[in-house]
């Protein structure tokens, strides 16, 4: 099981979540589907770099990262796209492009957009591209402490 990380993590913080098995997928919209979650439940994680820093920006699947505003928010000089290359080897026990977002698992920060607050759960990758995790927003908050501000296009954000 390439969650065993997150799930390690989460049951030793006595977390309640519940797992969810679905076809291989590639895309966040696509799992989302795939496991008849919302595009706005289901939180994709986009490896950025912040100034020097690579870090994890999350948000909702059907949104677009708004990259000035995640810069704002980190109070950065600089924020771009990280290459693959740049962070693929941080992530030894996942699929690359199936990250879940604990950043603080991986020794990065995290900048949440505010629309995944809104809900009461939100779904991630659980580190493959074929199962995702489910659990409250609220535990996921205490546990990884991100940053929450808004970095998703806001004309994307509220849609689908």
Known sequence: ??????????????IEYSSIVHPTS???????????????????????R??????MAVLPASSQLDLAGLRKLAKAKSVSLAAEPDFEHKFPDCDLGAMPPFGNLYGMAVYVDEFLTYDKEISFNA????????MSYEDFERVVNPFVGRIALAAIRTSA
């Open 1 to 14: 099981m390439r969650a065993s990380r997150v799930k390690d993590f989460l049951d030793t913080n006595r």
């Open 50 to 55: 912040v100034d020097s820093q690579i870090a």
């Open 26 to 48: 590639y895309t966040a919209q696509g799992t989302a589907a795939y496991a008849h979650v919302s595009g706005k439940e289901m939180a994709k994680t986009v490896i950025v």
């Open 127 to 134: 580190g493959s591209h074929h199962e995702l995790f489910r």
